[in-house]
């Protein structure tokens, strides 16, 4: 099937709007002749002669009277759509962002974004949801709108992305604990009770890395799928977390923070985004405020 000449609606518009060869051709600065050239190929597009002559003018047929309206109508859409999108009234924004994080976002940031979101955006409402995995389905398929997390191999390759700040582990127990008195050496960190964090029930990772350098091994003896749920453990007992500093200030308050003995290195905590959302105005103000909340936080070391 052959695609028609889609620019004739924009002719045909005018020359059913001005009823005349000659008006027509000024509005759409054309001559007489290519116009004239114009209304022969939409007559033969058609199969109706549109307009005809009586007297010195034309007139139009019925059937160009039944697509006057819809005509001029396709014509404005056509053209509002391809308009440069209006500015963003935020006054006016009412809208929904979904946003899957990680356990400790929504404790450590969620509140800031939120206060900014109403300020800013009063009909504007974020819903938080759960990150169970790193694919990017959910970003593709529309159903989350932003993500937070460690950009790896799940990534999908045309996943947006835009670094939120710089984490580390640091270790984590109750207050009077043995840990919280003397040095912390690997030996003494190794020797510890420990509280394993991982989704895929992994008890192993950099951390156990980094100690068997030392020639050394912590005994890790249970295994949570979350922060929240390690320093509920390593709160009500001599067990020991080691979770993210940033990612869980506000989880382990009241607990006791130490550096860990070890080297692990640092990683990096980003926003994702699908790239079909660049441009969207509303999307683009949400990022903004992400990465202010985020990375215009400063914090102190381990307690």
């Not at 007489?32 to 007297?55: F, N, Q």
């Not at 390690?230 to 001599?238: F, N, Q």
Request: positive net charge; charged residues 25%.
């Amino acid at each position: 099937m052959s695609i028609p000449d889609l620019n004739l609606l924009i002719t045909l518009d005018a020359l059913l709007a001005e009823g005349s060869v000659a008006r027509a051709a000024r509005r759409l600065r054309l001559s007489p002749s290519a116009m004239s050239r114009a209304l022969a190929r939409l007559r033969e597009t058609t199969g109706d002669p549109l307009l005809v002559r009586a007297g010195r003018g034309l007139v139009p047929t019925p059937r160009a009277l039944e697509l006057r309206a819809l005509v001029g109508q396709l014509v404005q859409d056509a053209t509002a759509v391809l308009r440069p999108a209006a500015q963003l009234d935020l006054a006016r924004l009412a809208r929904t962002f979904t946003l899957r994080t990680r356990e400790g976002f929504v404790e450590n940031f969620g509140a800031a974004l939120i206060a900014r979101v109403g300020t800013q955006a009063p009909g504007v409402r974020l819903c938080f949801v759960e990150k169970s995995n790193k694919e990017s389905a959910a970003l593709r398929d529309g159903s989350v709108d932003l993500e937070t997390g460690v950009v790896g191999g799940a990534t999908g390759p045309e996943v947006r992305t835009r670094a939120l700040f710089r984490d580390r582990f640091i270790g984590v127990v109750r207050m009077g604990h043995a840990l919280t008195q003397g040095e912390i050496t690997p030996a003494r960190y190794a020797a510890g009770r420990h509280i394993g964090v991982s989704r895929q029930g992994i008890d192993r990772g950099p951390i156990d890395d980094a100690l068997q350098k030392f020639g050394l091994e912590r005994e890790v003896e249970t295994l949570v799928a979350g922060f929240g749920a390690a320093l509920a453990l390593a709160r009500g007992s001599e067990l020991v977390a080691s979770v993210p500093e940033r990612h869980t200030r506000n989880l382990r308050a009241g607990m006791h923070s130490f550096a860990l003995p070890v080297e692990v290195p640092e990683f990096t905590v980003s926003m994702l985004w699908h790239p079909r959302m660049d441009a969207d105005p509303a999307h683009r103000w949400l990022r903004g405020l992400v990465y202010e909340t985020c990375a215009g936080r400063t914090e102190s070391a381990a307690d």
